[in-house]
């Protein structure tokens, strides 16, 4: 039997809050708030060490996209 933590949908039935109060409350956003603290170019790195491609026909290397975000600016255009 797979553990909680271990499941891909845990709300797969409905039957708990499926906003995001409600995946805050059952911890279902821990793992995300974790990602995302790292920052920004931890979280490009990864994408482009996963090697994850875009779906068009082309399939340009997702990391390398992000990466041409614009980092934060001082309020200038």
Do not use: C, H
Request: aromatic share 12%.
């Amino acid at each position: 039997m797979l553990k909680d933590q271990d499941r891909i949908f845990r709300n797969l039935y409905g039957f708990e809050d499926p906003g995001l109060k409600g995946a805050k409350k059952r911890g279902a956003w821990d793992g995300t708030r974790k990602f995302l603290a790292n920052g920004r170019d931890w979280v490009v790195n990864e994408v482009k060490a996963s090697g994850l491609r875009g779906r068009g026909g082309a399939g340009f290397p997702t990391g390398l996209k992000w990466s041409f975000m614009p980092k934060a600016s001082d309020g200038r255009p």
